[in-house]
């Protein structure tokens, strides 16, 4: 079903950006698992809009209540967790005219020829960026389960427009390399911060998309995700591996148009020869010295960190004057989007693969375990 | 399950490279279709080794026998359709050593954990490329399908090594730039011929392939596949989506690393203003001017070529003497790979992304016909 | 997934007897339907407790509020929809012994051994009959989507104890016997009232009831249940038919036990000349003159009546006192439950049998409409 | 998908009764597991044709050949393993007249509305019953899996017409209960004889059926299964539970119409204090002393005797004349079908019901190890 991802672990979300509220309902958790909702807060909050000048203006609490799921001890029961977020902050008369003028690089048009016109617009309707907030609420608890099972997930801003973040130092797989990816994730969880590594890097991010935005414009960027800690085995051949479920799910999260697992494109330019991650034996285990795979070979973890890109569109609604149509008059118009924006929603959009990334390597440790 | 994918129209892999057979189940096909055989074949030549000096010197009929699913008169009846193709050409003494010292590159390791050694070794197994030849039997079925219902795809090396194809004419969606996407459409498909659009291009990726060969190495390379004719407002938000579903089942062939749509990578150095395709009513079809979105937006189709690239790596099977371990006695070991292997995958992959193309469209177009 | 069913129109209930919310999100309605929510509210009041002396006193107000799926004019709008009813009544000291002590006939020993000790206990968790509840929001809005296409659902409870109703005059599949069916689901859609058709084995099925409780015991029943209208080809083959839907769908609901189609268990002592449903032309269509195959042939709708029976167990939980064990100290133990239970759950599952029975028919409309 | 079922454990069945060859696909197997082929070859025999006077005169080999999924040593290697039966003894000339004129109580009417002429007519198609026998390869291996794992499954005829066979000492729990059970179940597996405990009641069926033939009639039947073995906290609440999916399951047998489980429809005359199975301490585990529930308390095993019933109907085609219409003139008909019918269907499903509950409980089991 469109609004669902999961095997073991089942994510259905649900809501509009102005619907009374949006939700999340989870299926196959483990039992016993106690939530961390000071935890969960924390890591909502980095999805959060109305953060600083990169964001939109538009404030929610974004408070998930727990409406089922958990036993009187705050324990996971078996039963599906559900939580529900009250839409409380809505301006459905900035979308009055998008009604009937679809915004280019939306999904107005694309929603209006398939449900005839019955679509919900305000706000991008069941399209909108706001339901990657029930999509961080049960990535956020995946994301729990995992670090009690010795799985760490971090995420960051590679890229916005041409400036440059440095990268995760996950293509090697040497201790040092991973001594240094430890250290990499500690300074992205360290506190608050734009989600770079290197804070300079942030910093000329945010004057790229501040004057994006003065332009009346909007940027593009890169998320990179890592997952360290994977034990390997997990995943499955074919059609069920752990890049053909992270593909899947990560396209779910608004404006994404690519994904690349370890070198990813670059691949397609290198040689066998440089490309194969030799193995050897570390501690008695087989190892991959290298890990241009980003992890995954088959469909099936190495051992390795799990690596992975996405490339973001630039935000779609830009103040810009562009042209469009009426669909009412059947006639060209023009378009200039006005209300809350964010210029990059690259930016927000980092907790959300971080959150993607936890439920599906969660679904892949939970669908296999045994065989 | 791993080895299937699709909601309406689903499509179940079996077999290993060197197992007695290999074949496919295609549930959901439309009744009344008369399945032409002999365009089937000429299909599944494209994929076949064995056509040059750039493929496996392994040759194998690949014909498939088409078992059930078919009614009297040869139309497919509602019942599921599986065929099967008798793997009669195997030297599995080719892989003996590979028993226990894993590919690097390869799942021979990941697939040894996952299945604690009850791994089907020879040839790769389930993870064999040899897989995609059922799958292209379910494809080329469903490009007859979509034939008949308008819809036209093609796909063409875009890149191997550093040599670069001419790129479709699809990220325009003028009338010409329609009228010349068709003729590298028709150029493509006008006979047995390396696939490139640019015919020169093909002769050096072939050398470039060639020099591969000779230094006991191999190289990668870039699909692009077009689908045009796809009408709007087929596919489904979020997790169900053009892009969501063609992604899975892209990762599903072997050696494919990434995957962008559209502008793809791209569109994360671009503005908004640059990215959106804006509106215009087009024989009363309110109809994008240009395509950077690849014919999709919110998971759903515009109505303008559907466009997507894929990465391959270069084949992990090389002569040169690599670094792995010996899985039995749990020492470092070298390994150098004999047998036949195509030192480029990503030219027999071409009619592969067309039949993934294929499947995954069709299960949009019968998945919501009616909303 | 446990909690989910439905292939093209999926519903996923979520909640527990005594969590803060109880609620459901179904996913694939087609879009552009208005909900009729007084329809869906009387819908609802049949299921809801206090309704009369045969029922528990547990108040509950059961008002669904749909928090998504909806546009601005109230109608489906092809985003999913959901639905939450707040749990506002629980007396959870109820069940503060049952923690330890498992009531013999219910989950709670299941649950205990199946999650390690973490089910949610408080009235059945989310085994609770109360988890029917949001079940009849989704079939409620499902019988409102059916009535639209001429498909007309009703339930009575054919037996209680030693108690018979008059049965559906629907193994006949006759033009009077059709008629008369008509009239039997008028006068049970005529008001509030006992779900029999036979007033007077309502009256004698109350009193059986009645007699139960005053001896601190339950009693069984069974509920027919049938769906006028439905067309000829709706279904599949082998193990998505009708039978195999409705049947996955109906064990759903709480304690029942058996379920049979047309004649049912009575063809086993049939010969094939008295249980064949000969065909004669009505119409100009091929129509069966009976109907004892329940209206479903290889899965498949014949255009009859569709009618399924099924038999509901007597409440497990009953003031008698009984054998159980201690499951702290691992010692035998004695049992009474008090709270507040209905002797006769059959009673108030028989709109839950029309729910069911209503979304496996439309999810069997939407999912096969082209072939 | 109609042809398919189960969830960590797929199995998907195709073939029609006179396609080439009819076949299965099983996903999700354990690896390491070394098919006993000739163990498979006997369970496959006690559904053959062809044993007695009781079956039809048509002879298969019905050999199943494994096509994949096992490794060089015959174990499951993990991926998919496929088998394929030939059709070699069709005689599709008996099937002439039924091209237009719809045997009642068969698939034949339905099937063609459903895919509007399409269907594969002769011998029933998908619809046949033997398509149980690829359904018996899958279900034979899962048995050899299940009593690896100490989960022993047996069936029988419980009756035939108004000939009753001896109950499965299964309703109590009782350790006396529990030893003639297993005696019960030495019995059926003896050797090759009429699927009855009480031989002389075998006799008297096979008398029921041989008058039934004689009088160009059919006969239905009762068939009882039970799995012994099974741990407790095996299945899942709501839709997924061990009564949904074994009952989806058999009723893609063809035939069946109604299905109990432990009293089956007899608890609706039950009190609660008559209905409920206490519990006792017993070697240190809560054991139910009876087993009314049939093994299954909210979905989930409780570790007594997993016990259900399943109604067969009397074979539909019938030699003696029956009314029907001419799909191609629109006009009423006579029909008399001939061709080789076993006048009783019950009797070879019984291995079948057999295999359904293997693959169910397996799944079951692999689905849910560990939470």
Not at 5 to 17: D, K, N, P
Not at 159 to 182: G, K
């Amino acid at each position: 079903m469109p609004s669902s991802f999961g095997q073991t672990l089942r994510v259905t979300v649900f809501g509009q950006s102005h619907s009374p509220a949006i939700g999340c309902v989870v299926e196959g958790l483990p039992s016993g698992i106690v939530v961390d909702q000071d935890a969960l807060a924390t890591f909502m909050a980095r999805r959060a809009p109305g953060q600083g000048s990169w964001t939109t203006p538009r404030r929610e609490e974004d408070r998930p209540r727990i409406v089922s799921g958990l036993n009187v001890h705050g324990a996971t029961c078996g039963a599906p967790l559900a939580a529900v977020i009250e839409n409380t902050n809505t301006r459905s008369g900035d979308y009055a005219n998008l009604l009937k003028v679809p915004r280019p690089g939306h999904a107005d048009l694309t929603a209006w020829v398939k449900w005839h016109g019955n679509q919900d617009v305000p706000g991008g309707g069941h399209f909108s960026g706001r339901l990657t907030a029930p999509l961080c609420v049960a990535g956020g608890i995946a994301l729990q389960v995992l670090a009690a099972r010795g799985v760490r997930i971090g995420a960051h801003l590679l890229s916005v427009a041409n400036v440059q973040d440095e990268r995760f130092d996950a293509l090697d797989n040497s201790p040092a390399a991973q001594a240094h990816l430890a250290e990499q994730l500690d300074t992205l969880s360290a506190g608050p911060r734009y989600p770079t590594i290197d804070a300079d890097a942030g910093t000329r991010m945010l004057a790229a998309i501040d004057e994006a935005r003065r332009s009346l414009d909007s940027v593009g960027g890169v998320i990179e995700c890592v997952a360290c800690g994977m034990p390997a085995g997990a995943g499955s051949p074919m059609f069920d591996g752990i890049e053909n479920m992270l593909a899947r799910a990560a396209f779910g999260i608004p404006a994404v148009k690519g994904i690349e697992f370890g070198r990813g494109f670059e691949v397609a330019r290198l040689h066998g020869s440089e490309n194969n991650d030799p193995y050897e034996m570390r501690d008695g285990v087989p190892t991959p010295k290298t890990n241009n795979a980003g992890g995954i070979l088959g469909g099936i973890t190495t051992g390795a960190p799990v690596l992975f890109r996405i490339a973001m569109k630039p935000t779609s609604s830009i103040a810009r004057e562009q042209d469009s149509v009426d669909l009412e008059s059947g006639t060209n118009a023009k378009l200039s989007v006005h209300g809350r924006h964010d210029p990059c929603v690259a930016t927000r959009a980092v907790p959300v693969a971080e959150a993607v990334c936890a439920l599906v390597l969660l679904d892949a440790l939970l669908s296999y375990p045994a065989e």
